[in-house]
């Protein structure tokens, strides 16, 4: 079963503006992980925080993870058109484990 | 780095045959390979996780004689779906993790999907 939970399931905003996607969980993780995908292809492994990291930067992403509340956040700066796609969440409870996904959000970034 | 291919990338076949979708990690080795299910407007459903030379683990639900997976090598793995149904289609997504250059072993590489019709 999916145990992450991700909020909005849609955002639509303006190219330029920022993006916040939520993301929580119920178990104990190890690591959580963010992914993209496009309208019909694979995932694109967008950053990994560990369950000991607060935050984690990588170009225009920014992740947070506070453990006590069970939940994460990814920030896209700056969006654009391009970053239109689906993004998931998911949690691998151990290293190495298998990763459990949230149900996804779909952003609309519109030019 | 840790690119991982997909072949076919869609198939279309008869109601009753058989159809085998490889999954292979083209500049790492996988130790163990994931195969998911997804849905129109879905997220990813994990179907079963192998480790190279040993039985596949399943989850609970998939039918292990209707979905073959084998993991004969530490870069290919295959899932062959027996006797297809139309309820069958669906996109099936492999992933890979294991060592590499980066000695990453969280992070899962996704092929690009492969989008089976049944008929």
């Known amino acids: 079963s999916q145990q992450g939970e991700e909020d909005p399931q849609a955002l639509s905003i303006q190219e330029g503006e920022n993006a916040t996607m939520n993301c929580s969980y119920k178990t104990s993780i190890n690591n959580l992980q963010w992914y993209r995908q496009n309208s019909g292809r694979g995932l694109v492994h967008l950053i990994l925080i560990r369950s000991n990291e607060r935050e984690k930067h990588s170009g225009r992403l920014r992740v947070t993870l506070d453990t006590s509340k069970k939940s994460s956040s990814l920030l896209i700066t700056a969006s654009r058109a391009a970053d239109t796609a689906s993004y998931f969440c998911a949690t691998g409870e151990t290293s190495g484990s298998r990763l459990t996904f949230g149900e996804g959000t779909q952003l609309t970034v519109n030019p | 780095g840790a690119v991982v291919s997909q072949h076919p990338s869609w198939v279309i076949c008869k109601s009753g045959t058989s159809v085998k979708i490889e999954c292979r990690s083209l500049d790492f080795q996988a130790t163990t390979m994931f195969w998911y299910r997804q849905f129109p407007k879905q997220s990813l459903m994990l179907m079963a996780t192998s480790n190279e030379g040993s039985k596949a683990t399943y989850e609970q639900g998939v039918e292990k004689d209707k979905f073959l997976i084998n993991h004969a090598s530490l870069t290919l793995s295959t899932l062959t779906v027996t006797s297809a149904h139309p309820e069958d289609s669906s996109f099936y997504i492999c992933?890979?993790?294991?060592?590499?250059?980066?000695?990453?072993?969280?992070?899962?590489?996704f092929g690009p999907g492969t989008r089976l019709t049944v008929l």
């Open positions: 992933s890979a993790s294991g060592q590499g250059a980066r000695g990453l072993t969280d992070t899962q590489y």
